[in-house]
């Protein structure tokens, strides 16, 4: 006879925030912006917002934002340069402190990551006394306040750590989690952006409870292959694995100039310059171009009069082109064929 088998543990996973992390540092380093709303990011007409304090935020200044949007917003916005030498030199002290409790860290960026503790290393008890003792250990060690979502899985895990922010906690056990999910506006699903969250509108989706409530049928017919992530997210599943070695999905390069380009010969510098910085990245990340297909892109205005041409190289080479789909509106080629993507252009000069 085998001998009689254990159920699998019960996944323990804890999803660590920092909060505004570049704005936070800033506002550590220099007393004199504590209090005051603070954007980290350029304050020039083509500038956007890197990061934004909570001071910011009650303007309603949001990353991502442009620089002009964010000063009509907030008058006495203060813009700091960033400070990315400092900002990974803050995360490599904390993600040490995470590698005390785990082995099992996902980083996602500078300022967030995964943690699958499970395995209770240090005889803690539980994954909610573990995601308090390294908060109060990041904010100790670095000044900084960090939130955590503990829960069973990833989805929630994420979800939580944004429920009580800032420096606050949220803990969704199994018993509670279709139904944390299901009490929540789907635009704050991972994976659900503005135009995919528009489209849940118009099909009378705003909750989870309201996805919950359709069939993975209808699902697929309008939201393809995404379905079956939908379908499970409403009922809180996720069985994704905390990876230790998260592999890049996409390596980028984007450079944003202080008036419209419109000549064949500064398009094909630009082209040059900014596919050039993407394959430097691409080599720092060891892996190898064959592996990759890169897509610079040039942005032309709305009432640009002449048609789009997009193309992409493929490992074999050469150029495939057409028109632009409509809803992008951009010029993309490739980093090996960034000497044949100048005459793509040339007659948008």
């Not at 099992?104 to 290393?121: G, K, M």
């Not at 699903?189 to 909750?207: C, D, N, W």
Request: charged fraction near 25%; hydrophobic fraction near 40%.
């Amino acid at each position: 006879m085998l001998p009689p088998t254990q159920p699998p543990a019960q996944r323990k996973v804890i999803h660590v925030d920092m909060d505004a992390f570049y704005a936070s540092v800033e506002q550590r380093d220099d007393p004199s912006l504590r209090g005051r709303p603070v954007a980290v990011g350029g304050s020039r007409a083509r500038g956007v917002v890197a990061a934004a304090s909570y001071e910011a935020r009650a303007f309603g200044v949001r990353s991502a934002m442009p620089s002009v949007t964010a000063i009509r917003r907030c008058p006495d916005l203060v813009f700091v340069p960033p400070r990315f030498d400092v900002y990974r030199e803050v995360s490599d002290r904390i993600r040490a402190i995470f590698a005390d409790y785990t082995d099992l860290i996902e980083p996602l960026s500078l300022d967030e990551a995964y943690l699958d503790v499970t395995e209770d290393i240090r005889g803690l008890g539980t994954a909610a006394a573990i995601a308090e003792e390294i908060r109060a250990r990041i904010k100790t060690d670095t000044g900084l306040t960090a939130s955590a979502g503990v829960s069973y899985n990833k989805f929630i895990a994420k979800l939580a750590s944004d429920q009580n922010k800032p420096d606050g906690i949220c803990i969704i056990t199994p018993k509670r989690g279709a139904a944390f999910v299901q009490s929540l506006p789907v635009k704050r699903f991972h994976g659900v952006g503005p135009v995919t969250a528009q489209k849940m509108e118009r099909l009378g989706i705003l909750t989870g409870a309201d996805l919950f409530g359709q069939s993975l049928m209808f699902l697929q017919a309008h939201f393809g292959s995404y379905a079956e992530y939908l379908y499970r997210a409403a009922r809180g599943i996720d069985d994704r694995p905390v990876r230790v070695n998260r592999a890049a999905k996409s390596v980028g390069a984007e450079r944003t100039f202080e008036t419209n380009l419109s000549t064949a010969e500064d398009l094909r510098a630009a082209l040059h310059r900014v596919a050039d910085a993407a394959w430097v990245r691409i080599e720092r990340h060891g892996t190898r171009p064959d592996d990759h297909v890169e897509t610079p892109s040039c942005r032309f205005p709305d009432d640009h009069p002449r048609p789009i041409v997009a193309g992409r190289r493929h490992r074999q080479g050469g150029i495939s082109g057409g028109r632009a789909g409509a809803a992008d509106g951009a010029t993309s080629g490739t980093r090996r064929g960034a000497t044949a993507w100048p005459d793509a252009l040339r007659d948008h000069g």
